[in-house]
């Protein structure tokens, strides 16, 4: 059965670190999305892609968080400096597109502890 | 960000009997889905519904479209040991593809 990898699964860094995360969606999914959760919370979503290009990152913290889908393949969501605020689950999901009933299917996730 | 009135937060069961949680927002929406998250784990997408009334199975889930349109019901028949985890429903609302999540429900059986 096809599935979203992420890698690492988990990540322990120090503040001000830089780290990366890394996602591949499922084959022939031109959407891709990157969400942070917080403990006890739902998913927030932090960027889309609609195969390489940037559909919604309005999200995202862009003075120190970064995502790239150079490819309209695989992803990367980076962060630096990193901050003990970050400390979360870093979700990606794919999807065939963005219509209605293209659902999305979510990786294992990464998770992040900043020390 | 914005998110969706799930309840209950939390539930304790014994093993063998009903659930039900749901999910209200004060605004219509035109799709409702059910995902459950086991600890360390990514949301695994359980029902997807498209239209109002509509009452969806998936093996001892079922799921059901709120006729007005704003809110959705999650049951899950003679619970087992593997129902363990984080119920989230998200939906979506206009022409906006995004999904507003819910907080979720925690399920916990107890032994």
């Known amino acids: 059965e096809a599935e979203v990898a992420q890698s690492p699964r988990y990540k322990i860094t120090e503040k001000s670190q830089a780290v990366a995360f890394w996602c591949d969606p499922i084959s022939g999914h031109a959407t891709l999305y990157w969400y942070r959760q917080i403990l006890g919370q739902g998913p927030e979503l932090l960027v889309q892609f609609q195969d390489e290009s940037v559909v919604d990152d309005s999200q995202l913290p862009k003075d120190r968080f970064s995502a790239e889908r150079l490819k309209g393949v695989d992803s990367t969501l980076k962060i630096q400096p990193a901050e003990l605020g970050d400390s979360a689950m870093y979700l990606c999901a794919s999807s065939l597109g963005s219509m209605l009933e293209n659902e999305q299917f979510f990786g294992p996730g990464t998770r992040l502890t900043v020390l | 960000g914005q998110q969706l009135n799930q309840s209950p937060q939390s539930m304790f069961i014994q093993e063998g009997e009903d659930v039900s949680m749901n999910c209200t927002s004060s605004s219509i929406f035109n799709t409702w889905l059910w995902y459950k998250q086991e600890p360390g784990e990514g949301p695994v997408l359980l029902i997807a519904?498209?239209?109002a009334g509509e009452l969806t199975s998936n093996g001892r889930l079922t799921a059901q479209f709120g006729i007005t349109r704003k809110d959705s019901f999650l049951n899950i028949s003679a619970s087992i040991p593997s129902d363990v985890g984080i119920y989230f429903c998200?939906?979506?609302?206009?022409?906006?593809?995004?999904?507003?999540w819910g907080a979720g429900t925690k399920l916990i059986i107890k032994p």
């Open positions: 998200a939906g979506r609302r206009g022409s906006n593809y995004q999904l507003i």
């Open positions: 519904l498209y239209k």
